[in-house]
């Protein structure tokens, strides 16, 4: 009686084959490996046309890094990226990898898995969801696909927590997918997958695969194709025309502007009146990042809360929520004509919404406006607007490209 096994329940030794088969079998069941079967490193293309060098040698280096974690698993690896970037491939590639060496691998999109937990409560369900819970926590290697993408309550961000928690806690092999900014997530969720103790981060800024030749879709909220010829090649600097100060104001702003497309960081406010050029260098940064691949929505402010109110019509295709999922986390964000004077308390609590969140989150963002920056009527966006640390502000002197040259000419003579 004094053994420390009295009284517990093992299973018999002639029963460890059956148990061994019955658990892999409902591993594979909750699984989906058998809709990814073909994601492999063999099918992984390394040529797509259309990619510039620089996205070729990172589709490479995220190739080679999730190559050399199939081979050898070690901690946690982090796939962060575009939908359509590859990173579901290469992480099932890890996983059918490591299923054809005969290991045990749980591969499983993140809102299947909270679905499948919830269904243990129902009347009907064949497993108990303590049991299923501790399968999916324990299992040797564990894909999480599509972090992010669950409905986010209170009981999915505790049982995530507790499923991530105990794979920190344990350091047991785990490869995790998101498209989604990371400060979007549990912060107790976040700092485990930042811990570059345990985790690495493979970063896949890259176009979708499945849309490289594509048009734009039906319905899509850039407005960016409509500004094409707006480059900074095309844009005029007006050095036979403009009085000296304004000149090198004109040629301050293109270089600002030229700066910024080639290292987009933080915000950019361009002040200016009318037609002084102000949209053109604004359109000349979001083709200059479109070109190579990244995700731009260009937009003006009133556009875009027509985008936003259409999304409450019953006959609207797209949800609200997508649409305010495309502004505010695109990797880049040119918001044309920026002007709060008359909108709706509606109106101005979206725009607070999107700034706040690009604002905390640190993502590239352009305005323009005919506004000076005291002008800007909304407090909350004025002040955003107004931090130095995060946002560079350019007031554009030179006057309305259809006149400013006469009114210049004219400037000069009184002069």
Same mark, same amino acid.
């Given at each position: ?52 060098? +620089? ?35 290469? &992480? ?10 005969? +290991? ?58 507790? @499923? ?16 989604? +900014?990371?400060? /979007? ?20 800024? @890259?176009? =979708? ?23 900074? +090649?095309?844009? =005029?600097?007006?050095? =036979? ?11 301050? &702003? ?14 950019? @406010? ?38 936003? /109110? ?51 989150? /640190? ?17 909350? @966006? ?34």
């Amino acid at each position: 009686m004094e053994h420390p096994d009295f009284g517990k329940a093992f299973p018999c030794v002639c029963q460890r084959e059956t148990l061994v088969t019955r658990r892999l079998a409902r591993l594979h069941k909750l699984s989906n490996l058998d809709a990814v079967a073909d994601k492999t490193f063999d099918t992984f293309a390394l040529d797509l046309p259309g990619l510039t060098d +620089e996205q070729l040698s990172t589709l490479r280096a995220s190739y080679d890094r999730a190559l050399r974690y199939a081979e050898e698993p070690q901690g946690w690896l982090l796939f962060q990226g575009n939908y359509g970037s590859g990173k579901t491939h290469l &992480a099932a590639a890890i996983a059918n990898y490591r299923l054809a060496l005969g +290991e045990q691998v749980l591969f499983i999109t993140v809102p299947d898995l909270l679905d499948y937990l919830r269904s243990t409560y129902g009347p009907a369900s064949e497993v108990q969801y303590d049991e299923l819970f501790e399968q999916v926590r324990s299992a040797p290697m564990l894909v999480l696909d599509d972090l992010g993408a669950e409905s986010v309550t209170s009981w999915a961000q505790e049982k995530l927590y507790q @499923l991530i928690n105990h794979r920190y806690l344990s350091q047991n092999c785990t490869v995790i997918t998101t498209n989604c +900014e990371l400060t /979007r997530l549990d912060p107790r969720i976040r700092s485990r997958l930042v811990d570059w103790h345990l985790a690495q981060s493979v970063n896949m800024r @890259l176009p =979708d695969f499945r849309r490289v030749d594509a048009s734009r879709e039906p319905g899509a909220l850039s407005d960016l194709s409509l500004y094409g010829d707006m480059v900074f +090649e095309t844009f =005029d600097l007006r050095a =036979d025309v403009l009085p000296p100060n304004e000149r090198d104001n004109l040629h301050n &702003a293109y270089e600002l502007a030229f700066s910024y497309a080639r290292k987009p960081q933080d915000w950019l @406010l361009i002040t200016g009146e009318h037609g002084c050029g102000k949209t053109h260098l604004a359109a000349a940064i979001a083709n200059y990042r479109h070109a190579l691949g990244e995700e731009v929505v260009f937009i003006t402010m009133s556009d875009l809360l027509d985008y936003l /109110r259409a999304a409450f019509n019953p006959s609207a295709t797209v949800t609200l929520d997508r649409r305010f999922d495309e502004i505010r986390l695109a990797q880049l964000l040119v918001l044309d004509q920026l002007d709060t004077t008359s909108t709706s308390s509606w109106a101005r609590e979206k725009l607070r919404q999107i700034a706040d969140h690009r604002y905390l989150a /640190r993502l590239p963002t352009v305005f323009t406006t005919a506004q000076t920056l005291e002008e800007i009527g909304d407090p909350m @966006l004025r002040s955003r607007l107004s931090d130095t640390r995060r946002c560079h502000v350019f007031a554009m002197l030179a006057p309305d490209y259809r006149g400013g040259a006469q009114r210049s000419n004219r400037s000069r003579r009184r002069a």
